[in-house]
């Protein structure tokens, strides 16, 4: 495998295709596998998921993480970080063993046998994604590979999907479609990385001493899955199936389009950690700075229509079984805001700066939040007591992430942009509601006048002048001129 790095505009691009692929692959997944099964074999597979993903989190141990952060900053030193690789996979491999015992200890004492062969899919889960090593290649930028290998995984989803989930009596097929995208990283990634790597002298203290850095950046992470997990866990518990799968119904295109958004701005960390290494802290802070922007800009624009939209959405992606969700995807929608910028200001702030801690008491505040406001809320509101709790906890990581790292980068320029967008939807949206137009059937409002409002924001934008949408009208005009010299020559 070839280690030229290559740059930035071609992994943002590369990235970008990749997300796509995959989010694409899980919005045609989900919408006809929720009409296929029905609310509660959805919330059956949902529950079990749920309980299956505190168990993968400690196999994984935070070791993509602090893999990426400290294997970018030693990516010019091969014998280095070969060895810095080879203790990491040992210790992620001791973590998956002790989380699958874990998890066969908790689920026979606690978890009905009604559910014992979804559990078994689940386990399988837990290893693949334990050990999916992804890390690896993203310090050494290999995003093309990333990108071939997650759309073979996404296709084969796609088929499995597609062919034979036909009934609600089907789940068991879905659940495993879930699993075969990690089922397929951990068999292509492994093979890579026993061909790239070279044999190493291993002693117990060379490997112990990642364990410190490593044990705070699995709490961040536990932390910080707390409340995007506990909610379906303490709603199977407390209110059945049933609300776990219109629950899901509301979350589900929040946390693609979360993942869409934070999966694209991830390429950057190991460049923003590599800077970081050199100890080039102006380029870093432009870089940070150019990343904020593009995050705010899209962000705002995603969370308001998804909010104006959530109706139409929710009956294309789901179907009209699960409109008593709409309620609870309009507040979602605006979490989802606050969810990226906290990801952003966490994982390529924070994180990279060896701030970890910070963001640990962040989240350990934002989770006992959600727990105590889960417990209050749920009984009496349901979905959408779960849903509140949520936005409160994402709410108050904000604050405290925000006045920890707010000098990382050049906030004036962030302000310019937020103000701006604000200001462009805001015309867009009056005009919505005005018209009436988010009262229109989905095909209307999603194919005609989401477009429609997304071109007049682009428009509104460019005339006031703000930063990012001249950069990139810039870029291509530079292209098309390019492109142009090169056919005169």
């Not at 919408?31 to 509660?40: D, N």
């Not at 026979?108 to 999916?132: E, H, M, R």
């Not at 179907?319 to 966490?346: H, Q, R, T, W």
């Amino acid at each position: 495998m070839t280690k030229k790095r290559k740059s930035l505009k071609y992994n943002f691009i590369i990235y970008i295709l990749r997300t796509l692929v995959v989010t694409c692959s899980s919005l045609l997944i989900f919408p006809y596998a929720s009409r296929m099964l029905g609310v509660a074999p959805i919330g059956k597979v949902q529950y079990i998921q749920s309980i299956a993903s505190y168990f993968q989190l400690f196999a994984s141990f935070g070791v993509t993480t602090y893999g990426i952060r400290e294997g970018s900053k030693h990516r010019d030193e091969p014998v280095l970080l070969n060895k810095l690789i080879i203790e990491l996979i040992v210790i992620n491999f001791i973590c998956t063993v002790i989380s699958l015992i874990a998890y066969g200890l908790f689920t026979a004492l606690f978890i009905p046998d009604t559910y014992s062969k979804l559990l078994w899919v689940f386990s399988v889960y837990i290893i693949v994604y334990g050990l999916n090593f992804d890390w690896y290649f993203n310090i050494y930028e290999q995003y093309t590979y990333i990108t071939i290998r997650s759309v073979i995984g996404s296709l084969l989803s796609l088929v499995v999907v597609f062919l034979f989930v036909k009934s609600p009596q089907n789940y068991l097929i879905y659940a495993v479609s879930i699993v075969i995208p990690y089922a397929v990283s951990f068999i292509l990634n492994g093979g890579e990385i026993v061909k790239n790597l070279t044999r190493v002298q291993l002693s117990l203290k060379s490997i112990m001493r990642h364990l410190k850095p490593l044990t705070v950046i699995f709490s961040v992470i536990v932390a910080t899955n707390v409340y995007s997990l506990l909610d379906s866990s303490m709603l199977g518990a407390m209110q059945g199936d049933m609300s776990v799968g219109l629950y899901t119904a509301a979350s589900k295109l929040t946390r693609l389009a979360s993942t869409f958004v934070t999966g694209i701005f991830g390429v950057f960390t190991p460049r923003l950690t590599y800077y970081i290494g050199l100890g080039n802290k102006e380029e870093y802070r432009k870089l940070a700075t150019k990343i904020a922007r593009l995050i705010m800009l899209g962000g705002i624009l995603i969370s308001v229509y998804m909010s104006v939209f959530s109706r139409q959405l929710i009956t294309l992606y789901s179907g009209e079984a699960y409109l008593a969700a709409d309620p609870a995807m309009k507040i979602l929608s605006i979490n989802f805001l606050f969810s990226i910028v906290d990801c952003y200001m966490g994982w390529q702030l924070l994180v990279p700066n060896n701030k970890e801690s910070v963001m640990l008491k962040a989240t350990i505040v934002g989770s006992v939040i959600d727990v105590l406001l889960n417990l209050l809320l749920i009984p009496r509101f349901n979905v959408l007591g779960a849903t509140a709790a949520t936005f409160a906890a994402e709410i108050s990581v904000f604050i405290l992430l925000f006045l920890n790292c707010r000098h990382m980068v050049k906030l004036n320029s962030v302000k310019r942009t937020v103000l701006k967008t604000l200001l462009s939807v805001g015309v867009t949206v009056v005009g919505i509601y005005a018209l009436q137009l988010n009262v229109l059937n989905w095909k209307m409002a999603l194919l005609v006048v989401l477009p429609l409002a997304l071109i007049v924001n682009l428009i509104l934008l460019y005339l006031l002048k703000e930063k990012t949408i001249l950069e990139v009208c810039d870029e291509i005009r530079s292209r098309i001129s390019t492109r142009k010299y090169s056919k005169n020559q």
